[in-house]
């Protein structure tokens, strides 16, 4: 019986560490963002669009107005060719 259980709680360890290194991809995302328009870097737009990539795709499997989230990579990293070339 506790082998079923080990097996329930293994399946939701590797369930929560996704989800926390999704969100954590999240926040790291909106952190560069914010660091980007405030210092107008470049750089900090660049990895904010990397840094999305991932979960872009991920809530892009969702449907429906999700899928507009797989955009914002592109226009970060588009923007921060175009400041890199301005400055």
Same mark, same amino acid.
């Given at each position: 019986? *506790?082998d079923?259980? $080990?097996? *329930? %709680?293994?399946? *939701?360890?590797?369930?929560?560490?996704?989800?926390?290194? $999704?969100?954590?991809? %999240?926040?790291?995302?909106?952190?560069? +963002?914010v660091? =980007?328009?405030?210092?107008?870097?470049?750089?900090? +737009?660049? !990895?904010?669009?990397? *840094?999305? %990539?991932? /979960?872009?795709?991920? $809530?892009?499997?969702?449907? =429906? /107005?999700?899928? $507009? +989230? +797989?955009l !914002?990579?592109?226009?970060? %990293?588009?923007?921060?060719?175009?400041?890199?070339?301005? =400055?």
């Amino acid at each position: 019986m *506790s082998d079923i259980l $080990l097996g *329930s %709680i293994m399946s *939701s360890v590797g369930f929560i560490s996704i989800a926390i290194i $999704l969100w954590g991809l %999240i926040i790291a995302t909106c952190v560069f +963002l914010v660091f =980007g328009f405030v210092r107008k870097s470049w750089k900090a +737009l660049l !990895y904010s669009g990397i *840094s999305f %990539i991932i /979960p872009g795709i991920v $809530l892009f499997t969702q449907g =429906g /107005p999700f899928r $507009l +989230l +797989l955009l !914002y990579p592109v226009i970060a %990293i588009i923007f921060a060719f175009v400041l890199k070339r301005r =400055g």
